[in-house]
């Protein structure tokens, strides 16, 4: 089945620190992948995809790339912020009609400025 | 253009009672996906259906639990007979099949269940 590892947190930086937030996928065929963010009490917000291998997903400064050979989609920004602050998921989709999401564990997020 | 409305965002019951949560997809989406989030946990997926009909249940819980989305009005998830272990945050997607493009999915604000 499909599972998704996610990078074991929490994760405190500093304001202007690099970013990395690891996530590895096992999946039957060629699955969509995801990166989305919850800030405290709300629901999630969906950040970047991507849906084919070597496609970058971008989004306010994040990025990842879909890596099939090393099944990964690792989260990068160059230089969080305080607002940055949340907790990120990774996910993944197959393309084979049933469309349901499977989700890491989650990773949270804390900068301090 | 009014996103994925889920309501109540806080409900309490007491063991025994019965929980509906509600869910209205965005305009045009016929797809919906149910997810629990228990604390510090991930969200796992619970059922996913179209208009009248349940599509995919292996993420219910055998008993208790069951949800529906008839051709008029929200989804609805509505678990029997609650339980503590029931607590958590349940979340709603909703989707619009775009096959071959690979699907992205719209979260609701989510329902928080307490079982006191």
């Known amino acids: 089945g499909n599972s998704v590892t996610q990078m074991e947190g929490p994760v405190t930086l500093s304001e202007e620190a690099f970013l990395t937030i690891n996530c590895t996928y096992t999946?039957?065929?060629?699955?969509?992948l995801f990166w989305y963010v919850q800030y405290p009490g709300e629901g999630l917000q969906l950040l970047l995809k991507?849906?084919?291998?070597?496609d970058k997903g971008s989004n306010k400064g994040f990025e990842a790339t879909y890596r099939k050979e090393t099944t990964s989609f690792h989260l990068e920004k160059g230089s969080v912020q305080v607002s940055d602050s949340a907790v990120y998921f990774c996910?993944?989709?197959?393309?084979?009609?049933?469309?349901?999401?499977?989700f890491g564990t989650g990773t949270r997020l804390t900068i301090i400025p | 253009n009014a996103g994925v409305m889920q309501n109540p965002r806080h409900l309490v019951r007491r063991r025994g009672q019965e929980a509906r949560l509600r869910c209205s997809p965005m305009?045009?989406?016929?797809?919906v996906y149910w997810y629990r989030q228990l604390p510090e946990e991930g969200l796992k997926f619970m059922v996913y259906?179209?208009?009248?009909?349940?599509?995919?249940e292996s993420g219910m819980p055998k008993e208790r639990f069951s949800a529906e989305f008839p051709k008029e009005g929200p989804s609805i998830l509505r678990i029997q007979q609650v339980v503590r272990g029931d607590s958590a945050a349940y979340f709603c997607?909703?989707?619009?099949?775009?096959?071959?493009?690979?699907?992205?999915?719209?979260f609701g604000q989510g329902t928080r269940l307490t079982v006191v």
């Open positions: 997607a909703s989707s619009l099949s775009t096959a071959g493009q690979g699907p992205v999915a719209f």
């Open positions: 999946a039957t065929g060629y699955p969509s």
């Open positions: 991507a849906t084919k291998a070597d």
């Open positions: 996910a993944l989709s197959s393309n084979f009609g049933n469309e349901k999401l499977t």
């Open positions: 305009k045009g989406h016929s797809h």
């Open positions: 259906l179209q208009k009248e009909n349940i599509i995919d």
